[in-house]
């Protein structure tokens, strides 16, 4: 069954630095979430592409949060410098799109951040 | 903003129990989705619920969608050790369910003791 892949799947950094993370969704979805997860909470939604443009990026931090998907296919969301309260996982999701009753949103298996 | 509240927080039955988890909206709901996380790993896809009243089943895991009451109860029968996790009901918020945004309740721990 394809699947939703992230890299890396662990990530320690210190403060100020900068990190990325890298998606590449299930061949053939247009859309592309970023999805936040604090530990013991739910995932909040960060970004979304239809394709390579950004249908809803209210919730990224943009001050310090980027997120592209240039070629509309695989994506890569940065975070400079980052800060201790970005340690959390970050998921990434994908579907065919058309609306949720169409498709269900499929997820990988996430990045956990540490930051120290 | 809606909410998606999930009942209880955390639950430890034994192995061969049945179990029933609930997530109630704050604002009506236009669907419902019910993932599977294992510790530290993605969400696993389980069914969607479109329409009130609607029930779906997988092997031993029953939905079921009530609109009217704004909730959303997922039932395990005869649980086994392959059940524990975490599970998470989603929804789309009014608006956005033709975006496919999907906000989250916290989620339900669920432990099966052998």
């Known amino acids: 069954e394809a699947e939703v892949a992230q890299s890396p799947r662990y990530k320690i950094t210190e403060k100020s630095q900068a990190v990325a993370f890298w998606c590449d969704p299930i061949?053939?979805?247009?859309?592309l979430y970023w999805y936040r997860q604090i530990l013991g909470q739910g995932p909040e939604l960060l970004v979304q592409f239809q394709d390579e443009s950004v249908v809803d990026d209210s919730q990224l931090p943009k001050d310090r949060f980027s997120a592209e998907r240039l070629k509309g296919v695989d994506s890569t969301l940065k975070i400079q410098p980052a800060e201790l309260g970005d340690s959390a996982m970050y998921l990434c999701a994908s579907s065919l799109g058309g609306g949720v009753y169409n498709s269900p949103l499929h997820f990988g298996n996430g990045t956990r951040l540490t930051v120290t | 903003s809606q909410e998606l509240e999930q009942s209880p927080q955390s639950l430890i039955v034994q192995e061969g129990k049945n179990l029933t988890i609930n997530c109630t909206s704050s604002k009506t709901l236009y669907g419902l989705y019910w993932y599977k996380q294992k510790y530290g790993e993605g969400l696993i896809f389980l069914m969607m619920?479109?329409?009130?009243?609607e029930e779906k089943s997988h092997e031993k895991i029953t939905a079921k969608l009530d609109e009217k009451k704004q909730q959303s109860s997922l039932h395990i029968t005869a649980s086994q050790p392959s059940h524990a996790g975490i599970y998470l009901c989603?929804?789309?918020?009014?608006?956005?369910?033709?975006?496919?945004?999907?906000?989250f309740g916290q989620g339900t721990t669920l432990q099966v003791k052998p």
């Open positions: 619920l479109q329409k009130g009243g």
């Open positions: 061949s053939g979805h247009a859309t």
């Open positions: 989603g929804a789309p918020t009014h608006g956005s369910s033709n975006t496919g945004k999907l906000i």
